[in-house]
T-cell receptor
């Protein structure tokens, strides 16, 4: 298995509070991605990174920010959590662009009450 | 917006039967990938097929790609209960972006 960990694995938080999810990799892959998975919507890209300090928006980036200060860590922050951000969040990594397979982390289940 | 769309949404078969899932997409692609997701787990890459390939095999998996119809199929032969999972196709976006766009998946149940 690719060396990807996500923390925390489960979190319950209240509306309006900030939340940070962490993705850590030991593969030294250049690309890192954050997705959310919701019933009826499949997997949707939130943000991705193509190098240290290089990030870009995905399909559903509103309400989320990311940072990547080291190759191995990619942080996803919900500045002020809302109930619509209740979801399962997956981090993924890949060596290169779309022609490369993506390796997924185990996921973080976030509940915003 | 979703690029790939899997069909059917759900499929239930008996162990030993073959399972076929289809994926249709809207714009031209460079490659198409299939992933599997077991309940409560992350996605696992199964196979990648490039736009200039028509068929690819990996163990009990066979993937076809028809770029003229903008469609792909995933065939799992001699299915096992352990194949029970959701299966997703993913395509690179129009113009070859860095991003993969995933479909909503086919939920396969293999009954023992």
């Amino acid at each position: 298995d690719a060396g990807i960990t996500q923390s925390p694995r489960h979190k319950v938080t209240e509306t309006g509070t900030p939340v940070t999810l962490r993705c850590h990799q030991t593969e030294n892959h250049r690309y890192m991605y954050w997705y959310r998975q919701d019933p009826g919507h499949g997997l949707r890209l939130i943000h991705y990174s193509y190098g240290v300090k290089d990030t870009d928006k995905g399909e559903v980036s509103d309400g989320y920010s990311v940072s990547r200060s080291k190759t191995e860590d990619f942080l996803l922050t919900l500045e002020s959590a809302t109930s619509s951000q209740t979801s399962v969040y997956f981090c993924a990594i890949s060596e290169g662009r779309y022609s490369y397979e993506q390796y997924f982390g185990p996921g973080t289940r976030l509940t915003v009450t | 917006s979703q690029q790939g769309e899997e069909d059917p949404q759900a499929l239930s078969i008996q162990e030993g039967e073959n399972a076929t899932m289809n994926c249709s997409y809207k714009t031209s692609i460079n490659n198409l990938q299939w992933y599997r997701q077991n309940s409560g787990r992350g996605l696992v890459h199964l196979i990648l097929i490039r736009s200039n390939e028509r068929e690819k095999h990996s163990g009990r998996l066979r993937v076809t790609l028809d770029t003229s119809k903008k469609s792909s199929s995933l065939l799992i032969t001699a299915s096992r209960a352990a194949d029970t999972a959701s299966y997703f196709c993913a395509t690179d976006g129009q113009g070859g972006s860095e991003k993969l766009v995933f479909g909503k998946g086919t939920k396969l149940t293999v009954n023992p």
